[in-house]
């Protein structure tokens, strides 16, 4: 038996409680999903305001002012530059105002210039230069076939990576019609990003599965401990969490055929 | 003026920030440490503006008993507990001793991580039906798609005996080939999308972000 306190357990519970809530929407949706839907979005509201207060506002504002004082609104501490962009944020505010919602113009202005700024030459060396840097590696000739068809280290899989690539980018480019060896080459193009959103999505439904077998074992998990339970009272809190569920589906299962009388 | 200097805020400071990288100096990387504090603070701050648009329209489905009013009560309990133990009952506003709230880290143990995790599990069954419309075999390029993603999801199934290896070396050869191309493609296609769309930003063409008058 897996040892667990009853503290634990009751969380665990809550826990196991949410997942079977969620779940319940591939029925369809119901007040369970609903109150576990919004029940999470002020949950997680909440936990990015703590997040972003300890971990964005204190080190990189009230860290820097604190040795200011506050009636001198923070301007004798070493960095009282760092008033400027509070002062800023406070502008955004202004959006609530119609007669001063201009003023948010500015700080969103300073965001824009400042991140579009640096997205230039970020996004130029490491989305663009690095791909096309790593696109052009030698083609091992030598090892062309590298032993079968399907050895991703052979100078065929870089040579097809490396037309793949280039094929793949000209399907995207317009400027030139796609005939003659450039439809080839587009075709060839769209039958690499075919292949790749095929494995994409493969790859992906393979983690989602992943994902709900987690979840599947979390309440076969808490299931376990609960009929482990010396005292029984595990046991009671399982058939509480389990009998809303069972007179869900009961009332759902009421609510069915009465339509379906009607129906008829 | 209400447009013209916002418009005149992001050339100059966009051009700046362009040719800052370019300075081999020290100076220059203190500056655009110090320009990204800023951003990061002002979008913190701007946080608030979501926090407070969620308060208010949840108040206002309670206030005029709007349909499915009840939920939004859970909403905002969620939210002012989080914040209530974040800060450790008021307890901790300028350290981060309320990150290790008993109560704050039960809560992102017990409800945000089971709910969220339970979501992201349920796209499994929507993708499954999804990819039954998509994927039936109507031509080449959906056979393509259709062929590929089994191979990758049936990759590690062990009832395939001795073809089972081939099938998973199949699906390496995929994902590290075929696949690494399209991405490729994709990602230098982002990359220069965003670099135009920055330009047209800085440059003033693209202006959406202003709003309206």
């Not at chain 1, 964005?56 to 009636?71: I, W």
């Not at chain 1, 005939?179 to 790749?196: D, E, H």
């Not at chain 2, 969620?54 to 002012?80: C, E, H, M």
Request: proline share 3%; aromatic share 18%.
């Amino acid at each position: 038996m897996q040892e667990m306190s009853i503290g634990t357990f009751l969380w665990t519970t809550l826990g196991a409680f949410l997942t079977l809530c969620i779940f319940s929407f591939l029925y369809r949706d119901n007040p369970f999903y609903k109150l576990a839907e919004h029940l999470v979005v002020g949950v997680s509201a909440g936990y990015f305001v703590i997040i972003l207060w300890h971990n964005g506002l204190q080190p990189n504002l009230f860290n820097r002012l604190n040795d200011g004082n506050f009636y001198l609104l923070w301007l004798n501490s070493a960095a009282p530059w760092y008033m400027i962009p509070a002062l800023l944020g406070v502008m955004m505010w202004t959006r609530f105002s119609r007669k001063w919602s201009w003023i948010s113009r500015w700080p969103i202005a300073m965001y824009m210039g400042i991140a579009a700024g640096v997205a230039v030459p970020l996004e130029m060396k490491n989305r663009v230069n690095l791909q096309i840097y790593s696109a052009m590696t030698d083609i091992d000739w030598g090892n062309f076939f590298g032993g079968s068809l399907i050895n991703s280290a052979s100078g065929l899989s870089q040579l097809i990576i490396f037309l793949g690539t280039i094929a793949a980018l000209f399907y995207f480019f317009f400027s030139k019609e796609h005939t003659g060896v450039f439809k080839g080459l587009a075709r060839f193009g769209i039958w690499i990003l075919m292949v790749g959103f095929g494995a994409s999505f493969g790859y992906t439904v393979m983690g989602r599965i992943s994902l709900f077998v987690q979840r599947i074992q979390y309440v076969g998990d808490w299931t376990k401990v609960a009929w482990s339970g010396i005292s029984g009272t595990y046991t009671l809190v399982w058939f509480i969490t389990f009998g809303i569920f069972a007179l869900l589906a009961v009332y759902e299962f009421i609510q069915f055929m009465a339509r379906r009388k009607k129906e008829a | 003026m209400k447009r013209q200097i916002p418009l005149l805020l992001v050339l100059v400071f966009g051009i700046f920030m362009i040719f800052q990288y370019f300075v081999p100096h020290e100076s220059s990387e203190w500056i655009y440490e110090f320009f990204l504090d800023w951003i990061y603070i002002i979008g913190i701050f701007a946080l608030a503006l979501g926090i407070w648009s969620l308060i208010r329209v949840s108040y206002d489905k309670i206030k005029y008993k709007k349909p499915n009013w009840q939920y939004a009560v859970i909403t905002l309990a969620g939210l002012f507990a989080m914040i209530l133990f974040g800060f450790d009952y008021g307890r901790h506003f300028f350290s981060a001793e309320g990150l290790s709230n008993y109560m704050f880290r039960a809560f992102f143990d017990y409800i945000l991580i089971p709910i969220q995790a339970t979501m992201f599990s349920l796209l499994a069954f929507f993708i499954a039906s999804a990819a039954y419309r998509a994927f039936r075999a109507r031509s080449l390029l959906a056979t393509l798609l259709l062929v590929s993603a089994l191979v990758v999801m049936l990759r590690f199934n062990p009832y395939f005996g001795p073809i089972g290896p081939y099938l998973e070396q199949t699906a390496s050869w995929l994902l590290n080939v075929p696949n690494l191309a399209a991405k490729r493609a994709i990602i230098i296609g982002i990359g220069l999308g965003m670099v135009a769309t920055a330009l047209k930003v800085i440059l003033g063409i693209e202006r959406a972000y202003l709003g309206k008058d």
